[in-house]
């Protein structure tokens, strides 16, 4: 019976998506009882962390907002580099438009998605020292959370603030309101350096407690803290951090760089595919036949969504592969019966379509399991890291071939030098992190302009983004509203609002 009670508190905090203004980013678990005493075991706490990794990939409200693989996909559409060929959802992302509504659902799913991760962290961050419970199961517990609390900050900054730019430390641009403890509310924006400065203290802080083993690929260890440390120096252009962190985890040797034949399976099982360091992994219970990553993105999910409209690449982008790389064979440039089979004839065709994401079970329409994090990433944040780095050539191009060499058995070591050396790892970031969610952020933290011209991409069908085909670097645009109903809330925002 308690943990009956318990498991439904959780529910009220993780999965209701209604709410009352005044408490808008519902940082607390319910008005009704002693929130604390949720957390008083380990077993309890550990229930509730549960809770957040099932919230991470579960439907948010729409269709279109699976958890963290919705906002995955809101990425990549506001890049350059995946598209459809028919209108559909979306559309308002991909035009830039719904990002830059107070009151659009897209900002209320991006600010209330991570800060609900955020608050039920804290909670637990509170309370488990004091816990009954065992110090490994304490120590672990806490590791995972301040962990997942770094991860959600790590989105909202990007979205909300202006990029981290190295050159202009402190970086004093407003983020987000930097929310740390249970009892914080109603704060105001926090500078985008005291967010990344936070984000820093709780990985390392995780990396300290050296959590070595989980349950699955569902959970986090130290070597997923480790991973997130690498990606946000290089946001943050700290590249001695960036090298660090990154070679700690290529170089344990826990997540070899997938054979060619376990490339092509699919990208939904985890535990199968040796470089998925971290992932959603959704139990057949638990899945969402309409609201779920993989009902958005994989070519044979069986929803009228995907049926009618499979995703593509940028033709640009994939006339730059080689035909002998495996990533070649993630898209079809010329689709028919034979080289592309479908499950039924309601699916649709269109060229470039992408068949890098396939449901992982026969009968489960939508099934697999999400991608948060790869060991293939880690040798491109590796090799990036060093290009940008004095004296540091070779081992730049070294580290880059021994991700590309795995990927292609012709590939011969890189000899560009400079800027061309750079947009080489940069391309290989583009094709081999495809719908992982990473492209927006890639321009962003680059200062790039997003460009979708007949030359840089020839098959973008404007109507389905409302024909926005550019938007020049450090534009407004880049940074995400804070919604309204937030500014109403907290008087402590008035006045910061993004312009």
Not at 205 to 224: D, F, G, P, Q
Not at 308 to 315: A, Q, V
Not at 321 to 347: H, K, Q, Y
Request: charged residues 20%.
């Amino acid at each position: 019976m308690k943990n009956r009670i318990i498991f439904s508190l959780l529910s009220v905090l993780l999965f209701s998506v209604s709410s009352c203004k005044k408490d808008y980013l519902e940082t607390a678990p319910t008005d009704q009882v002693d929130n604390t005493s949720v957390f008083t075991t380990t077993q309890n706490a550990n229930t509730a962390l549960n809770g957040i990794y099932r919230y991470m990939f579960q439907r948010y409200g729409n269709q279109n907002q699976p958890g963290v693989g919705g906002m995955f996909l809101v990425y990549d559409f506001l890049g350059d580099d995946i598209g459809q060929a028919t209108v559909t959802w979306f559309t308002a992302e991909g035009s830039w438009n719904a990002h830059r509504a107070d009151d659009s659902g897209l900002n209320s799913y991006a600010y209330r998605f991570f800060y609900r991760i955020i608050g039920n962290a804290n909670y637990i961050i509170d309370n488990i020292d004091t816990s009954v419970g065992g110090d490994a199961d304490k120590s672990r517990i806490k590791a995972e959370a301040l962990t997942l609390r770094a991860y959600a900050y790590s989105y909202l900054v990007q979205m909300f603030g202006k990029r981290y730019d190295a050159s202009a430390k402190p970086n004093t641009q407003l983020g987000v309101p930097l929310l740390i403890s249970s009892l914080d509310t109603k704060l105001p924006r926090s500078t985008v350096e005291e967010v990344y400065t936070q984000i820093n203290k709780d990985l390392d802080a995780a990396i300290a407690l050296n959590i070595t083993t989980r349950v699955n690929k569902s959970h986090i260890n130290a070597m997923v803290a480790r991973g997130l440390r690498a990606r946000v120096a290089l946001t943050m252009q700290d590249y001695p951090n960036a090298i660090k962190f990154a070679k700690e985890v290529i170089d344990s040797g826990l997540f070899p760089l997938m054979t060619s034949a376990a490339y092509q399976s699919g990208f939904n099982d985890a535990p199968s595919l040796s470089e998925f360091m971290w992932a959603s992994i959704p139990a057949a219970d638990q899945a969402d036949t309409f609201g779920s990553f993989f009902s958005q993105i994989a070519f044979n999910a069986n929803t009228t969504y995907m049926r009618g409209n499979p995703k593509r690449i940028n033709s640009n982008t994939y006339s730059r592969i080689s035909n002998t790389d495996v990533r070649s064979r993630m898209w079809e440039p010329a689709p028919n019966a034979t080289n592309f089979p479908l499950p039924t004839t309601g699916f649709q065709r269109f060229p470039f379509m992408s068949r890098k994401f396939a449901v992982k079970v026969v009968g489960q329409p939508t099934l697999g399991d999400v991608p948060l994090m790869r060991s293939a990433e880690m040798f491109l944040i590796l090799a990036e890291a060093y290009a940008m780095t004095a004296g540091q050539g070779l081992n730049a191009r070294t580290t880059l071939f021994s991700l590309v060499s795995r990927r292609d058995p012709s590939a011969v070591i890189s000899t560009r030098v400079g800027q061309a050396f750079i947009d080489e790892i940069l391309f290989n970031r583009r094709i081999e992190l495809w719908g992982e969610g990473f492209r927006w952020l890639d321009l962003k933290r680059l200062n790039l302009s997003l460009d979708r011209s007949p030359s840089a991409f020839p098959n973008y069908v404007p109507l389905t983004m409302n024909g926005t085909v550019s938007i020049p670097a450090g534009d407004v645009r880049w940074q995400f509203l804070i919604p309204r109903a937030e500014m109403e809330a907290n008087l402590s925002l008035v006045g910061q609002q993004n312009p």
